[in-house]
């Protein structure tokens, strides 16, 4: 299954030169990887992406991420996954960006 990391295009540049990244300063912060479902992501970022150009939605391999990925409540008390260990360029199947169409963001299908 896929899950979904959203990264600013300096962050998505950054993982693809280092082969690996601790993810965006919000990441950082709190200390792992935040990542979306499908049915999650488009929430995540109207909430923390509003408006912002230049992001770059990752579709994610789960299995990859085993066993350091945890699935938390977070917004809602939804499970959200969350990666306790570096994004890795071989965790990621594809990438696509994210651009603005009349003030929300643009998906490409899940």
């Known amino acids: 299954m896929a899950i979904y990391k959203i990264l600013r ?14 993810g ?3 990441d950082l912060q709190d200390g792992y990887v935040h990542l979306s479902t499908a049915a999650q992501v488009e929430e995540t970022v109207a909430k923390h992406f509003a408006g912002e150009e230049g992001l770059v939605l990752l579709a994610v391999d789960e299995t990859r991420l085993v066993p350091e990925l945890r699935w938390e409540p ?15 360029m071989a965790d990621v199947i594809w990438s696509a960006p994210l651009p603005l169409d009349g003030g929300r963001h ?5």
Do not use: C, D, I, K
């Open 9 to 22: 295009t300096p962050e998505w540049e950054a993982l693809q030169a280092a082969g690996h990244s601790l």
């Open 24 to 26: 965006a300063p919000v």
């Open 74 to 88: 977070s917004r809602g008390g939804q499970l959200f996954p969350h990666l306790y260990r570096e994004l890795r």
């Open 106 to 110: 643009r998906f490409p299908p899940l």
